[in-house]
């Protein structure tokens, strides 16, 4: 279950299970190529933030009951499209595995099976949502690398982002904290 916690950063953190690949590099690309990077970055995540919205309260008047409900059907059946084409967009790629890891906008842990170079340049592929399976690509260093149990705990420092890509990252890292404790209320309810 996904858990949302303080970093020693003072940032939010999540932890939970998301496709994730990563390859090492020789070096992190021209900063016009991560200057690019990171404007697909924002525009994959609004489109995320977009697919989290869903028709809303309108209060308690009812002349705006019929709306409401119309909108909230409405919404049901496109989220449920976009969940289909989603999943059939998926199947035709190769999505990696899930893996336990934490995210925060600085620094992302995981669990590795084989051991990685330290220091060296990494880009990682994180799956943020598979109704729309396209990864946040992500550059960085593997800072600290600690075998644990036949895996490797990994610990990466992100390329330092832009600030509207680290305030979008930590938007997204609170919709999964708000996602959790819904959750977790729908499921202490039953």
Same mark, same amino acid.
């Given at each position: ?48 933030? *977009? #697919?989290?919205? $869903?028709?809303?309260?309108?209060? %308690?008047?009812?002349? +705006?009951? =019929?709306?409401?409900?119309? @909108? ?42 084989? *051991? #990685?170079?330290? $220091?060296?340049?990494?880009?990682? %592929?994180?799956?943020? +949502?598979? =109704?729309?399976?396209?990864? @946040? ?42 996602? *959790? ?10």
């Amino acid at each position: 279950m996904p858990t949302i916690r303080e970093s020693t950063h003072s940032n939010l953190a999540f932890t939970g299970c998301l496709p994730l690949a990563w390859r090492e590099l020789s070096a992190l690309p021209k900063p016009d190529e991560l200057e690019h990077q990171e404007k697909t970055n924002l525009h994959i995540l609004h489109i995320l933030f *977009a #697919l989290e919205i $869903h028709a809303g309260d309108y209060g %308690e008047d009812p002349s +705006n009951a =019929s709306s409401a409900s119309e @909108l909230k059907r409405l919404d049901f059946k496109v989220s449920l499209l976009l969940e289909m084409i989603g999943h059939l967009f998926a199947a035709q790629q190769a999505i990696p595995p899930e893996r336990l890891l934490t995210l925060t906008a600085s620094e992302l842990h995981w669990r590795a099976d084989a *051991a #990685l170079s330290a $220091h060296v340049p990494l880009r990682l %592929e994180l799956y943020c +949502n598979l =109704s729309y399976p396209r990864p @946040l690509v992500l550059y960085a260093h593997a800072s600290e690398i600690h075998a644990i149990e036949h895996a490797y705990q990994i610990r990466a420092i992100l390329q330092q982002p832009g600030e509207p890509l680290q305030e979008a990252l930590e938007r997204y890292i609170f919709l999964q904290h708000r996602r *959790a404790i819904a959750n977790q209320r729908g499921n202490s309810q039953r």
